[in-house]
Antibody, heavy 122, light 107 residues
Framework: EVQLVESGGGLVQPGKSLRLSCTASGFTFSTYGMSWVRQAPGKGLEWVSSISGSGSSTYYADSVKGRFTISRDNSKNTLSLQMNSLRAEDTAVYYC???????????????WGQGTLVTVSS | EIVLTQSPDFQSVTPKEKVTITCRASQNIGSGLHWYQQKPDQSPKLLIK???QSISGVPSRFSGSGSGTNFTLSINSLEAEDAAAYYCHQTSSLPPRFGQGTRLEIK
C-alpha cells in the first residue's frame, strides 16, 4: 500500500525558514517523480515544485522560485522542501504527491499525503 | 502560461442526477488534462487521467472526455458520497496548473 506522510509544518514568522519532509513507502521511491502541491485555507490547489526520480531535475512555480528548494534522499525514501524567506501568502496545507510514472512534472499525481499545515504569521 | 477555467464554481444537485463539470484551457493542451476529487478535510484523489483514462478503484459513474481546450467530467447517477470539490489539472505545458475548482453539494 502506497503511503506518503508529511511532517515539519507549523507556525513560523515572516522571513524565517522551515523544512518539510515526506516519507514514502509501498513503492519503489526512486522510480517516480514527486511533487509538492499546496492549498491555502479555503482555496484551491496550487502546484509548487516537482523533482525527478533521480533528483537530477527540478522545477518550481514562479511564486516560490529562488526561495524554496525541493530535494530527495532515495536511500531514505524521503522527499523534502526547504522553504526560506517565508511570506504570509505561503500559508497553506502542503501536500506531497507521487507522480504516476517515471516522468516528473508532466504527469498526474496518483497518490497524495495527508498534508502538513504551514502558517506564516508574526 | 495556460489558464484553466472550470464551470460551474458551485452546483447543488440531487442524488441520482447526472452532473457535468467543464474545464476550459486557454490554449490547446491535447489530452494532458486530469481530474481530482477532494472531499472535505481529505487529500485530493485522482479520478481521471489524460482526459478520459479511468483509474483503478474509481467508480464507473465517473468519466472524462474532451481534448484540445474543452474537457468534461461527468458523474452519472450521483451519490451522496460524491459531495466534494473537483479540480482539473493540466500537465501538457509548463508550469502545470489546476483549475479553480468546482464544489458539488448534494441536496
Amino acid at each position: 500500500e502506497v503511503q506518503l506522510v508529511e511532517s515539519g509544518g507549523g507556525l513560523v514568522q515572516p522571513g524565517k525558514s522551515l523544512r518539510l519532509s515526506c516519507t514514502a513507502s509501498g513503492f519503489t521511491f526512486s522510480t517516480y517523480g514527486m511533487s509538492w502541491v499546496r492549498q491555502a485555507p479555503g482555496k484551491g490547489l496550487e502546484w509548487v515544485s516537482s523533482i525527478s526520480g533521480s533528483g537530477s531535475s527540478t522545477y518550481y512555480a514562479d511564486s516560490v522560485k529562488g526561495r524554496f528548494t525541493i530535494s530527495r534522499d532515495n536511500s531514505k525514501n524521503t522527499l523534502s522542501l526547504q522553504m526560506n524567506s517565508l511570506r504570509a501568502e505561503d500559508t497553506a496545507v502542503y501536500y506531497c504527491a507521487k507522480g504516476d510514472s517515471s516522468g516528473y512534472v508532466r504527469i498526474p499525481f496518483d497518490y497524495w499525503g495527508q498534508g502538513t499545515l504551514v502558517t506564516v504569521s508574526s | 502560461e495556460i489558464v484553466l477555467t472550470q464551470s460551474p464554481d458551485f452546483q447543488s444537485v440531487t442524488p441520482k442526477e447526472k452532473v457535468t463539470i467543464t474545464c476550459r484551457a486557454s490554449q490547446n493542451i491535447g489530452s494532458g488534462l486530469h481530474w481530482y476529487q477532494q472531499k472535505p478535510d481529505q487529500s485530493p484523489k485522482l479520478l481521471i487521467k489524460y482526459a478520459s483514462q479511468s483509474i483503478s478503484g474509481v467508480p464507473s459513474r465517473f468519466s472524462g472526455s474532451g481534448s484540445g481546450t474543452n474537457f468534461t467530467l461527468s458523474i452519472n447517477s450521483l451519490e451522496a458520497e460524491d459531495a466534494a470539490a473537483y479540480y482539473c489539472h493540466q500537465t501538457s505545458s509548463l508550469p502545470p496548473r489546476f483549475g479553480q475548482g468546482t464544489r458539488l453539494e448534494i441536496k
